[in-house]
């Protein structure tokens, strides 16, 4: 393959396609067993007859502080979602840290502050840790590794990205995109200024609402972060061997995001969210998905965005205001490096 | 506090005095919780029943290949170790990587070519993973993550640092200081070449024949890493309010890397190793001890190097071949930057 010959470049690390193709050509290839090649937010393990979920993500934010956020919750939000994302209840976390010499201790305590507080926010202790310092110039600051374990109950057992129907229908916990156009914001190179804060929150309690509610009538959770909802929903069509269709009118997108990304020629479907679950329902349950995620506390825009078709299977699809459709593609190319 | 003001160095990474500085004056004090408190080298929980040993270690080893290994199996056996030293049998990996932009994937795939190896030959699967991207001069190469979850046994629940008693020996598994040495001679700028490879190896298959064998009456087991034997064995004095006191001609040391060390004025105490565990039993089961290392695959060179004494309690002594003895102190500064 030419691509094993190359190099690493930035879109190897969008969350779209270069980074698929770089998993199924280096990494399952080589580490080939069966809870990885499901290729879900987490593997989920058999201990003693419990289902443990296990999750790793390490976050290269930069820069590492933005509106509403910074490395250190980003870190631990997004590490509980890759476990809501299976439908666990995370019990616990791990704290890795590589730095760059000189790294002010002031900036370390700010971002390590933001962990302990969005840990206990979440109810979720970090218990183990790590760390090493690179010399200046080796690194960028500080980099963060979460890694997760949770687990998952009885009501879970079901949700997987290949469990779409044709009929279900598919909601998202909130406004889109807000996480990446905050960090572009934070970026001094940009010069735009709008009022956009992250959405890094913790969406294991909505999660756990859902499925206490809806139980196997919840088909397939994804917490849209690199890639956007597109890439997440791209996912789903493809494992699932469906059609999804997506009414752009009922899309939740905060207008300062639409301004920011009309600017810069981005599609918020494509920018990172850290704090959006997309979650696929049997349709007759619309309503009861989309009462249960409003009532949370992190949900309280929740909005129904589409639905899963039959035909073309492995697409996503999206209704044009204009009463046109055009297909919307996994994303390719990096047009957001660095994002979380 | 006049530290938290400062910056960080790189020492702050040794393993040494600024690292057990920066983790009691940052990060306890932000994460305080039970788990994470007893600062072994994976935390401990509770699983339905099952004790859980969660752990977790970032790779910046510079270079990324040496002798006798790489980045990547030195991520996986390391991790397997910090659960092997807390009694676990190792259950599942996760593997995170951070990569420079222009990073050869030529390089890549050695890397997970010899992380896949190392799993399959320590039993132990790498279930879930996440790769991240930053631009070309933000990072060096590649660094890797490893978090990994293990079961504890109930022969191993007495086992902690502080659990050392007057009377006591102390082991280690085989030649110490390979590892620090070996990536020591693959940095260009030394030009010294000598024979020797890093110990790079899984030993939960040695921490299992000694629980098997010894049971209640292993007291506590350290890998030597960062620090090397001299930082564990004041980690092991402290906890336990103990003296331990080392018999210097007992310690095993290769030639090479003895020429090396004094070459270099480093002391092998403090050099890392990623394949020896340091071992504290009763003092009547030392001869068993000592010959169950020996059985096993990795503990061939095993050796009695020392003893548990009453007092001074909190030091690590060295007795020499001229009959004095000397305070050996943690290590102090970090003469060896990125042994891991």
Do not use: W
Not at 90 to 101: D, K, N, Q, R, T
Not at 324 to 337: E, K
Request: aromatic share 4%.
């Amino acid at each position: 393959m030419t691509a094993s010959r190359g190099v690493i470049t930035l879109s190897h690390g969008s969350g779209g396609k270069a980074t698929h193709n770089l998993v199924e050509s280096v990494f399952l290839p080589a580490f080939s067993n069966e809870a990885l090649s499901r290729l879900g937010d987490a593997a989920v393990l058999d201990v003693g007859g419990e289902l443990l979920a296990f999750t790793t993500d390490s976050f290269v934010v930069s820069p590492l502080f933005f509106g509403g956020g910074c490395l250190g919750d980003l870190a631990v939000n997004g590490t509980i979602n890759d476990l809501a994302a299976c439908g666990a209840q995370p019990l616990a976390l791990s704290a890795g840290f590589v730095i760059e010499e000189g790294f002010p201790i002031a900036d370390l305590e700010r971002i390590v502050g933001a962990m302990s507080k969005a840990a206990r926010a979440a109810g979720v202790p970090i218990v183990t840790g790590d760390t090493k310092v690179v010399e200046r110039g080796k690194g960028d600051g500080c980099f963060v590794n979460t890694s997760g374990i949770g687990i998952v109950g009885p009501l879970a057992s079901g949700l997987d990205a290949s469990s779409a129907k044709p009929g279900d229908v598919v909601l998202v916990s909130g406004p889109i995109g807000d996480h990446g156009t905050a960090v572009l914001l934070a970026r001094d190179d940009l010069g735009i200024s709008a009022d956009v804060v992250s959405d890094t929150a913790p969406l294991h309690g909505l999660v756990a609402a859902l499925l206490a509610s809806l139980g196997p009538d919840v088909h397939v959770l994804r917490d849209a972060t690199r890639g956007g909802v597109a890439t997440v929903l791209n996912e789903i069509a493809s494992a699932s061997k469906v059609a999804v269709r997506l009414d752009e009118s009922a899309v939740p997108v905060r207008p300062q995001v639409v301004g920011v990304c009309e600017l810069l020629g981005i599609d918020p479907l494509y920018v990172a969210c850290e704090g959006r679950m997309v979650v696929v329902v049997a349709g007759e349950r619309a309503e009861d998905a989309l009462g249960t995620m409003r009532s949370s506390q992190s949900g309280s825009e929740s909005a129904v965005i589409g639905e899963v078709e039959e035909q073309p299977a492995g697409f996503l699809l999206e209704s044009t205001s204009f009463g046109g459709s055009r297909v919307v593609d996994m994303l390719v190319g990096d047009p957001l490096p660095r994002i979380c």
